[in-house]
Structure formats: structure tokens, C-alpha cells
């Protein structure tokens, strides 16, 4: 019974990031903080985890290139804690269905930000990147909810 709830409460957190992404172009630490407190509470209430260290370790890596990226003027750094939690959460099953997502809605997003509006035009210095890394992890953790 804890299980769903845990998995719906990141799906409502994932949320809010895209919400405030999009409001004001920042995800609040609060945010990716709790996202990782509930990994811990349900890796320690026995969630179907392959292997707790094997999302560890996809949350670090995921972490690192977000932080790169971040560096480089990729990623703001709340989109970079956001992609590495949602990594912890999806795992090395999900990971690939995650990437292709996330990709994918990259790939729309910076599209959209091309179109020749001044709207979109203004968003080209400052992509709101949870729009692309929160939804794909939204689906698997709703998916598994479901499953349980």
C-alpha cells in the first residue's frame, strides 16, 4: 500500500518541477530533495528494485552529466538534479525508455523554441528542461504504480 502512494507522490513532485520551470524558469532544491528522500524511504520499505546500487550509480552518472552540461550552458542546474533523481527512480530497466523520451522532448522543445514567434523567441536563451526530463519519468514511476 505505501508503495503507489510513494510512486504517485514523485509523480506529483516531477510535477511541480515542470510547473515551476515553466513559471519561472528555476526548480526549487526542495524539489530533487524530496525526490531523493522518498527514493530512500522506499528503497528501505522493500520497492522492486533490481539493485538499490544500480540506481545509485545511474543517478551519479546522470548527476555528472548534468552538472557537465550545466558548465558547458546545456542545463540550468536544478534541470541537472531533476534528470539525475528521475535516473535514481527509473533505473537500469527503464533507462533506455527514459533517454529516448527525454531526447525525444529535447528535440521538441528546442524545435518549438526555433518557431519564428517572439514568444518562442524568448525562450531560446532559457529552455525550460523539465518540460523534456520530468514527463518520460512521470509515465514509468505512474506505469509501475500501477503495476503494484
Not at 64 to 88: E, P, S, T
Amino acid at each position: 500500500m505505501l508503495e503507489p502512494a510513494l510512486l504517485s507522490a514523485c509523480c506529483a513532485l516531477f510535477g511541480a518541477a515542470i510547473v515551476s520551470d515553466l513559471g519561472g524558469r528555476w526548480i526549487p532544491d526542495s524539489i530533487p530533495l524530496a525526490l531523493l528522500l522518498l527514493f530512500a524511504l522506499y528503497a528501505l520499505t522493500g520497492g522492486h528494485l533490481a539493485s538499490v546500487w544500480t540506481h545509485i550509480a545511474i543517478g551519479a552518472v546522470l548527476l555528472l552529466v548534468g552538472f557537465a552540461l550545466f558548465a558547458f550552458g546545456g542545463l540550468g542546474g536544478g534541470d541537472g538534479k531533476l534528470m539525475a533523481v528521475a535516473g535514481l527512480w527509473v533505473g537500469p530497466h527503464d533507462l533506455t525508455f527514459f533517454l529516448i523520451g527525454l531526447g525525444l522532448l529535447s528535440l521538441c522543445l528546442a524545435l518549438f523554441a526555433l518557431l519564428p514567434f517572439e514568444r518562442t523567441r524568448r525562450l531560446r536563451a532559457n529552455l525550460p528542461f523539465a518540460v523534456a526530463i520530468a514527463p518520460p519519468a512521470i509515465v514509468l514511476l505512474a506505469l509501475r504504480a500501477f503495476s503494484v
